[in-house]
């Protein structure tokens, strides 16, 4: 039977190229489609930024987190604990005033001639000459019994009938009367104690507290020594 022989020809078709617009993608050799590399380092480096960015935040979130716990935790702390710098340094202040109070002298108590010869009713200092034109009436003997009791500052304390009993003064009106007198001339300085003794506290001032003459404060010791 003869055999046909062929031109070597295709017949009816003819190829073209194919040219593509997109990436071209590949197969994980089942059905489904896969990005190609370079797709993926793409998304790898945005991920990867991303994270970054996170991280950056949660760092910054933490410390300020500590920042806020720092200062709670010295807002928490006792008042001596972060006052103690303040006392230390307030505490030369306080030992310089109580140094300056230690210092400073004593108040005057006692009365200047003007306010002395005004209550004696004298003009000048020599109208005053003898002891009785300054401890009048029952004031001297009041004067003496309390500088006698009185301890080395001044001090006693006593109750009445037994003040009365020791200066020789019958009523309570009279002692009262010598009192004021003697505290007139700041001699003397009296503060009741409350109670049913009646007792009383007395700071008593030396007669040489008062600008007298001489002579009086003389005459004064000799009295004192005829006592004895």
């Known amino acids: 039977m003869p055999v046909k022989k062929g031109n070597g020809k295709k017949s009816g078709f003819s190829l073209a190229p194919i040219t593509l617009s997109e990436p071209v993608k590949t197969t994980d050799g089942f059905t489904n489609l896969v990005d190609a590399p370079a797709a993926k380092e793409e998304a790898s480096i945005v991920e990867q930024g991303s994270d970054s960015v996170i991280d950056n935040s949660a760092v910054d979130k933490k410390t300020e987190s500590k920042r806020e716990v720092t200062a709670e935790a010295e807002t928490a702390k006792p008042k001596s604990a972060r006052s103690n710098g ?15 109070n230690s210092e400073k002298p004593a108040e005057n108590v006692s009365l200047t001639e003007a306010e002395l010869l005004r209550i004696l009713d ?107």
């Open 122 to 228: 004298a003009e000048s200092l020599d109208e005053i000459y003898e002891l009785t034109d300054v401890l009048r009436a029952s004031s001297l003997k009041l004067y003496v019994t309390l500088v006698r009791l009185a301890d080395s500052r001044g001090r006693t304390r006593v109750k009445n009938h037994e003040l009365m009993s020791k200066s020789g003064i019958k009523g309570i009106a009279t002692l009262y009367k010598q009192e004021r007198w003697l505290m007139d001339l700041k001699l003397l300085e009296k503060k009741a104690k409350p109670g049913p003794h009646d007792g009383s506290s007395y700071v008593v001032h030396k007669l040489e507290s008062l600008p007298l003459p001489a002579e009086i404060y003389e005459k004064f010791e000799d009295y004192l020594s005829s006592l004895k």
């Open 86 to 100: 303040a006392n230390v340094e307030q505490s030369p202040t306080k030992d310089a005033k109580r140094s300056e």
